[in-house]
């Protein structure tokens, strides 16, 4: 009988395992492997609490001007968004994508390299008030928001970052 028993044993574990996602996959509440986060995702959740800010752009390897997206301990993946509350004139004269007209997000593996990257803005923009801007970090996903909004409106996608991930 016991030769019955472990045969059986073994199929009824094989299959109630098959369906499960893989060692440090994400879940989701269902207990489904979530999507990976992605700079996308991520403002697609937070343009829910941030009705003015609009998606612009997705950078890839090929256009990103800084040469980050994919290289070791930097971003991996990027978006650039638009906040219509900052005014035409201000950025008169600033390229699409441009921090100061609304922002970008950007994902990392790693949460320690989102504030790396962090550290590393502040620490450039200290000295050169026009490059000033708002960097938000939560796990590890980093938003870079315009000057050019009020510390209030800044700090609703501080808000809204903390319902991303």
């Not at 950007?106 to 450039?124: G, H, L, M, N, W």
Request: a positive charge; charged letters at 20%.
């Amino acid at each position: 009988m016991r030769r019955t028993v472990l045969p059986i044993t073994v199929i009824l574990l094989t299959a109630a395992c098959s369906g499960s996602p893989k060692a440090g996959t994400a879940v989701d509440s269902g207990g489904r492997a979530a999507e990976p986060l992605t700079a996308g995702s991520a403002f697609t959740k937070l343009s829910v609490t941030v009705t003015s800010a609009k998606q612009s752009g997705t950078v890839t390897a090929a256009d990103d001007p800084n040469h980050l997206l994919g290289r070791p301990n930097q971003y991996t993946s990027k978006v650039t968004f638009t906040d219509s509350r900052i005014a035409a004139s201000d950025v008169a004269g600033t390229s699409k994508g441009d921090v100061e007209r609304g922002g970008a997000i950007e994902v990392f593996t790693d949460p320690a390299d989102a504030t790396s990257r962090a550290k590393y803005i502040q620490a450039i923009t200290k000295s050169i008030p026009a490059f000033t801007e708002y960097d938000y970090v939560h796990g590890p996903v980093l938003v870079r928001v315009s000057h050019y909004l009020t510390p209030k409106q800044a700090a609703e996608y501080k808000t809204a970052l903390s319902k991303v991930s």
